[in-house]
């Protein structure tokens, strides 16, 4: 079992950044590929980032609401993946989950086994 606790969410204007932190305790976490998904109101949940086990490889939702913008990372050493994310705009508002797999990465949430509770984010335009 893994347990993920995002935090880093709030309010903050267009043009803002903010850093999202995923903890995760349990199992060794160095060994999951961790990826950030968000859900906005009335939307599906869809693919942010993901990250693998190493750190060495990285994969951007294809969509360009990412590209240039956001930007994830790990620090196996603190159990921690984080997703910077600069530029923000009101359509980024939604609430953004970490989830965890092994294996390799993967843009589907249905792979991912561990799931945070999600943290708010909210850009006001």
């Known amino acids: 079992q893994v347990q993920l606790v995002e935090s880093g969410g709030g309010l903050v204007q267009t043009g803002g950044s903010l850093r999202l932190s995923c903890g995760a305790s349990?199992?060794?976490?160095?060994?999951?590929?961790m990826g950030w998904f968000r859900q906005a109101p009335g939307k599906e949940r869809e693919f942010v980032a993901a990250?693998?086990?190493?750190?060495?490889?990285?994969?951007?939702a294809d969509s360009d609401f990412v590209k240039g913008r956001f930007t994830i990372s790990r620090d196996n050493a603190k159990n921690t993946v984080y997703l910077q994310m600069n530029s923000l705009k009101p359509e980024d508002t939604a609430v953004y989950y970490c989830?965890?797999?092994?294996?390799?990465?993967?843009?589907?949430?249905?792979?991912?086994?561990?799931w945070g509770q999600g943290t708010q984010v909210t850009v006001s335009s």
């Open positions: 989830a965890a797999r092994r294996g390799s990465g993967s843009y589907a949430d249905t792979d991912y086994h561990y």
């Open positions: 990250i693998s086990w190493s750190g060495g490889n990285t994969y951007y």
């Open positions: 349990g199992r060794t976490f160095s060994i999951y590929v």
